[in-house]
């Protein structure tokens, strides 16, 4: 999600610079854009190299461990060399020496950029690599309703710690990486006006900006253009997500509750979360006859290359915001589904229940399909 929206995001920048206003150093200025996950080096699939875009970024992503993430990020790294940018491939996970290597590979690139992008500001790697650079222009692309809470606590003058992360301790990794949190933090905060230094956030999230952040509205127009309209199928399609992974929700409860809103809905079909464990989709698929899928791909591409359902339901979680704008001129139309708080796990955040109900209270052009009204758990 994160290297879709820098892709969003070098669209709409080369929209900006190729307008009447597009003068001064700024334009040519090179740009440094860091999500915290995969992809690898440069070069065109033919070994050529495509066409520039007028915002040419080079792309740095920090490789996990997670297979499923691996995957997708290599196709979206194909997508990004075929828009014309560079894009580096960073075993940064890879032994013990792998941070040494990946942060001196990085610096020198870090410390000639003008502009940085992160796609993941409660990235200890991401805050840890943002201490080595001076960039005076910093952007926040979307990582998801993760960004509601990054805006949330930057306002807020809080440190950056996750939503759903329980308990209010420290550990001793985050006392350790601390300094680098309170420095990502400070850089984060936009000088007073006249100041060296910008912040911008560039997001499709129902957010205000801090005073003196700019906030730029991602509308999916790249995605828009680059593909579809999609077919559309009479059945519906059900997103999942990996609230019981991290411990909010229960998995008895989540279960039941796809199987309810399978029969209610039509739904022949379940996107899987790339966080859903194996075991527990072999439970729902067991449970509901549904066609489990694991997309390959974000799910805005999914959906807009189709085919795709004529109602796609999800509970509380990115999709809800993004979808719309993805699918916008089509026929499809999204719905949510509330969290009941009888859901929770003993374990989930105080916060959690706020949070999930803002996801989706903010949520426009969806369908919002209430507990306690339309999904029984028996």
Known sequence: ??????????????????????????????????????????????????????????????????????????????????????????????????????????????????????GDPFSRYVQLLLALTGAPDLVVVDDGTATMEFISQLARGERLVRWHRSGGGRGARDLVFAPFSATARRRLTPRPEGGRRTVGVFSSMPVEAPPGVRLVRNDFAWTRARFG???????????????????????????????????????????????????KLHRLAAATGLEIVRPDLPLELIARRGPVGRLIVSFPSTVVHTLPLALAGTEVRVAVCDIDPEWLTANASPRAQGFLDGVTGTARDVQRLPFGQRVATG
Do not use: C
């Open 1 to 118: 999600m994160q290297l879709l929206n820098v892709l969003e995001w070098a669209h709409a920048a080369s929209l900006e610079a190729t307008g009447p206003e597009a003068t001064g150093p700024e334009a040519d200025a090179p740009k440094a854009a860091a999500p915290d996950a995969d992809a690898p080096d440069g070069s065109a699939p033919d070994g050529g190299r495509p066409e520039r875009p007028a915002t040419e970024v080079t792309i740095v992503v920090l490789s996990p461990h997670d297979p499923m993430t691996r995957g997708q990020l290599r196709r979206m790294a194909e997508l990004a060399r075929d828009e014309g940018h560079t894009v580096r491939w960073e075993e940064a996970r890879g032994g013990p020496t792998a941070p040494l290597r990946t942060i001196g590979g990085l610096t020198p690139l870090l410390r000639r950029a003008r502009r940085i992008v992160i």
């Open 229 to 279: 309209p999609p077919r559309v199928m009479g059945a519906a399609d059900i997103v999942g997500t990996s609230l019981v992974e991290t411990g909010v929700v229960d998995a008895d409860r989540y279960l039941a509750a796809v199987g309810t809103l399978a029969r209610t809905h039509g739904a022949t079909r379940y996107f899987a979360h790339r966080r859903e464990s194996t075991d």
